[in-house]
């Protein structure tokens, strides 16, 4: 397997332009969470999905974020319009299932600076 | 108060040596407890998952202490490999959503 894979890798976008960034999780795996990590807060979570529903939006920061996640094998993050202060690494995770010792696989992370 | 805390260091430490860092986690329902290791300008990755009564894996060791409310993460003969961001995660209760502290990054030096 491919392992989680994430587009594009780096994103470079002028402030009030929308953003979109792209996920494709393991195959099989159900779950599905999207992250959004900086030095100064750390790993955050945004959005999580279970079997394509959104189950927790709880940390998407503010109405300019969405996420869709339209079928098992891909699901997209869009920021509009950026601001500077969503310049982060973005990642995606996938899992099997939610229970103890479940791991979460990470895709590589698309970097997005916002000038 | 954060939920799951870490010292984000970071611990310089002579190659050989040996390194243990705590976590700390508020949440006393917490379910499972995880360490994951994250390479600078990488993903983060499970390095391995902490049992109540302790594990072990090569030179790494994690231990749970319920009692006081945190994890450990201990390195034997530590390598320069072994450098990187030690991010420590727990499960909630109730949706088992992971909570992740914001790591202690370490630098062993030769």
């Known amino acids: 397997d491919a392992g989680v894979i994430q587009s594009p890798r780096h994103e470079v976008t002028e402030m009030g332009q929308e953003v979109t960034l792209r996920c494709k999780p393991i195959?099989?795996?159900?779950?599905l969470f999207w992250y959004r990590q900086t030095m100064m807060r750390g790993l955050e979570l945004l959005i999580y999905?279970?079997?394509?529903?959104?189950?927790?939006d709880s940390g998407m920061p503010e109405d300019r974020f969405s996420a869709k996640m339209p079928n098992a094998s891909f699901s997209t993050l869009k920021i509009q319009p950026s601001e500077p202060r969503d310049s982060a690494v973005y990642f995606c995770a996938s899992s099997s299932y939610w229970r103890a010792s479940t791991e979460a696989f990470f895709g590589q992370g698309t970097r997005l600076t916002v000038v | 108060r954060k939920e799951v805390e870490q010292d984000p260091g970071p611990f310089n430490v002579p190659e050989g040596a040996t390194v243990a860092f705590n976590c700390t986690y508020s949440?006393?329902?917490?379910?499972?407890f995880f360490w994951y290791r994250q390479d600078c300008r990488k993903e983060p990755k499970l390095l391995m998952s902490?049992?109540?009564?302790?594990n072990e894996d090569g030179r790494f060791t994690a231990q749970l202490n319920r009692a006081s409310q945190y994890i450990s993460l201990l390195i034997r003969d530590s390598k320069l490999s072994d450098s990187a961001t030690y991010l420590c995660?727990?499960?909630?209760?109730?949706?088992?959503?992971?909570?992740w502290g914001a790591g202690t990054k370490l630098i062993i030096k030769p």
């Open positions: 949440n006393s329902a917490s379910q499972s």
């Open positions: 195959s099989g795996h159900d779950y």
């Open positions: 995660v727990v499960t909630r209760d109730s949706n088992y959503q992971l909570i």
């Open positions: 902490v049992y109540s009564s302790g």
């Open positions: 999905f279970n079997n394509n529903v959104p189950i927790d």
